[in-house]
């Protein structure tokens, strides 16, 4: 091999036979020198790959199947779109150091699944793997077990397709696998541990307390808050608190480790089809679906929304698919052309299931100053004073589509392998932010009754916010790849490989023009409004509000766009191979090239999430607990922003490398290596609106000094 790349591959019957913790092939790279892991010791159908190799971000690297992508471009590759079951691996491939022009797709790192297809004969499996908490040990801090209950099974099938009529009967056209992978998990990895209000709390008996009335500022009489004069809401909302049942560090009264429940299954169809021994097609589909029940909220295994389990309760679905069709054809003995088309998508969904997150089904009677609530959930209670906030996690959906085309060419001249061709990528992604409190929040200190739950049960809120609405993202994006390389034997002992690979990632445009960001040179001093220098906050009446936000559409430079595309992007590669001593036992590979990868889509959306005009909620404070709409409206405050950099330049990856490899006895070999690599214009986030230093001073607010007055933290990823 000329490239100089560092490749380590096993062929799928050696990973099924390997006892693999969640039986996913993931575990197996964390093995690989220079491969840094923070998955968790179980891998299962739902784990997303966090894994760093060779210094690279985990978002840098390469998950595909049958060499077409399977990640997420929102995240990149820190999230995989469908899970590969093993039983549908015929090899399983990690190339580590890539100096070969042929790789890239705006990743550093390749992982590639190649499948398993039919053969002439009939082949099938039936496999089941158990776990059981029955055989485990106590936790060491919780003393309690944590559950768990782990359910692999399926089977497989493959061999000729023979139809009626004689076709294929020589078994050498048409072939098929199929497979079908279930997953039964039931699990919790750690206990939870919180704060909540105490029996005698909830029923308002704060004897020994320092709780007044806070109509005459006297105690209440024996320390008791009368019952007519508790908030009948609020004596609904304090029982979907958990009494203590644990007497812990500091204030810690409660512990839990209520298991998390995820069923999850595959299918995988590939058709091999052979038109002749030079011109080949396989198509192949694989869908995966994973429902999880999370008593804490979110739409993990592992997820926490509220620090009890109950009213934070979810369903979540995550639905995947990857379909690919590709095609091969030997023209002659030194031309070859493949093409490939890969279709990749997912859903995730997440909906509260607890009876009592729903307002009508737990009977408060609330108004909202905003009419959407998806869900109609009921508001966030928050307590402070080291208590678990009582929060029902909020609905959520994200819809992923990723279209690629490819095609290679490869022709053989001489000693010369050239290699060139190139794709085209293009996806979407609807999704919405599970923060905004559309449901709205009231926050409860200890100001009135000097007592945050006392507060609480006499309907009593320090402030109320809710958001207007969700601001729903419709992203679309798209990628142009092409390389040339060619792979030169120099001397029958000295091969080398030189390349380079062209690089365009066509940054985000929204299909609702939701995008934005803020640009400093579109900020005018002029236009910036008064700031009181005792409170930071804007004198009302003064300034624009948007000064400096531009919106895509709208009065953005890059149109529908709000920063550049990262365009003519040329990256260098260069491997050699030398054998040492000329009896292919000994061998000196080194490289160098250069990676860049596609900035995480995510940091687009974000802006669209965060900043206004699109983002946009309302403070009353000391609102009255029925009709907090009715109090009045906090004073105004300096919105923090999310911005991007501009110009945006792509994360750059330069990486070396330079080994020996030795052929040893028993079928072993030895490799000593040294890999470098150096990153460029990695994305960081930078705090723009830093007051410079030396400028501050007593009684002087810091939003009155800041370099863009009116605007708070203005984080830019660059």
């Known amino acids: 091999d000329p490239t100089g790349k560092a490749t380590r591959a096993l062929p799928g019957d050696q990973v099924r036979e390997l006892q693999l913790n969640g039986r996913s092939f993931i575990t197996l790279i964390e093995l690989l020198p220079g491969v840094a892991s923070d998955m968790p010791d179980r891998v299962d159908p739902n784990t997303n790959p966090l894994l760093y190799i060779n210094g690279a971000r985990n978002s840098a690297a390469n998950f595909n199947i049958d060499g077409g992508n399977n990640s997420d471009v929102i995240v990149g590759s820190g999230s995989l779109n469908t899970f590969t079951s093993v039983e549908t691996i015929a090899e399983f491939k990690v190339l580590t150091s890539t100096f070969a022009a042929e790789y890239g797709r705006g990743g550093f790192a390749q992982v590639n699944v190649v499948t398993r297809g039919g053969t002439r004969n009939f082949h099938g499996s039936l496999f089941e793997f158990v776990r ?23 089977y497989s099938l493959g061999g000729p397709v023979l139809l009626p009529g004689g076709y294929n009967r020589d078994r050498r056209k048409t072939f098929f696998f199929w497979t079908q992978h279930f997953n039964r998990l039931s699990a919790r990895g750690e206990a939870v541990n919180t704060q909540v209000p105490t029996v005698a709390e909830r029923a308002g008996d704060f004897r020994g307390r320092n709780v007044v009335d806070p109509d005459t500022g006297a105690a209440f009489p024996d320390g008791q808050i009368p019952a007519s004069r508790m908030e009948p809401n609020a004596l609904k909302l304090i029982p979907l608190y958990p009494a203590p049942n644990f007497r812990g560090p500091g204030a810690v009264n409660f512990t839990s480790a209520a298991a998390s429940r995820q069923n999850w299954r595959e299918e995988l169809v590939r058709i091999d089809h052979h038109f002749s021994q030079d011109w080949k097609i396989f198509g192949r589909y694989a869908q995966d679906s994973a429902f999880i029940t999370n008593p804490y909220g979110g739409s993990s295994l592992t997820s926490i929304g509220t620090r009890f389990p109950g009213i934070s309760a979810t369903r979540a679905t995550r639905p995947g698919k990857n379909l690919q069709v590709n095609m091969t054809r030997v023209f002659s003995q030194n031309l070859l052309w493949e093409s490939s088309f890969t279709y990749a998508g997912r859903e995730i969904t997440q909906h509260p299931v607890a009876a009592g997150a729903d307002r009508a089904r737990l009977g408060i009677q609330i108004a909202e100053i905003f ?6 959930v009921i508001p966030t209670i928050t307590l402070g004073s080291g208590y678990a906030a009582l929060n029902v996690s909020r609905v959520w959906l994200k819809q992923l589509f990723n279209l690629e085309w490819s095609n290679n060419v490869t022709k053989i001249v001489g000693r010369h392998v ?29 100001q009135y009754a000097r007592h945050a739950v006392a507060n609480l049960l006499l309907g009593l809120p320090f402030s109320y916010t809710e958001a207007e609405r969700f601001v729903v993202s419709h992203a679309r994006f798209a990628m142009i790849e092409a390389y040339a390389q060619d792979d030169f034997r120099v001397h029958p002992r000295l091969a080398l490989n030189l390349g380079v690979r062209y690089s365009a990632f066509l940054h985000p445009w929204d299909a609702n023009n939701v995008l934005t960001n803020f640009l400093p040179s579109a900020w005018d001093p002029a236009r910036a409004p008064q700031i009181d220098p005792a409170t930071g906050r804007p004198v009302p009446g003064t300034g624009d509000r948007l000064n400096g936000v531009i919106i895509a559409g709208r009065n953005s430079p890059f149109g529908r766009r709000v920063t550049n595309s990262s365009t003519g992007l040329f990256g260098p590669r260069f491997g050699f191979s030398w054998d040492l001593f000329g009896d292919r036992k000994t061998a000196l590979r080194g490289g160098y090239g250069i990676n860049y990868t596609r900035p995480i889509i995510g940091t687009f959306i974000n802006s669209a999430f965060d900043n206004p005009p699109f983002s946009s909620n309302v403070t009353i404070l000391e609102p009255v607990f029925t009709r907090p709409g009715g109090g009045p409206e906090a004073p105004e405050t300096v919105p923090n922003l999310t911005a991007l950099g501009v110009p945006m330049r792509a994360p750059t990856i330069q990486q070396w490398a330079l080994g020996v490899q030795r052929e040893m006895p028993l079928q072993t070999a030895l490799e000593v290596a040294y890999v470098a690599s150096h990153g460029t214009h990695l994305l960081r986030p930078l705090n723009l609106n830093n007051p410079p230093p030396g400028v501050a001073r007593a009684g002087l607010n810091v939003n009155a000094i800041r370099p863009y007055p009116g605007f708070g933290s203005i984080t830019e990823r660059q």
């Open 132 to 154: 059981n908490d029955a055989l485990d040990a106590t936790d060491y801090f919780s003393h309690q077990v944590l559950p768990l209950k782990y359910h692999d099974f399926g």
């Open 371 to 376: 009419p959407e609530n998806d869900g109609n």
């Open 418 to 446: 050239f290699k060139f061709g190139g794709l085209y990528n293009y996806g979407g992604n609807r999704e919405n932010p599970t923060g905004p409190n559309t449901n709205g929040n009231f926050t409860f200190n200890t």
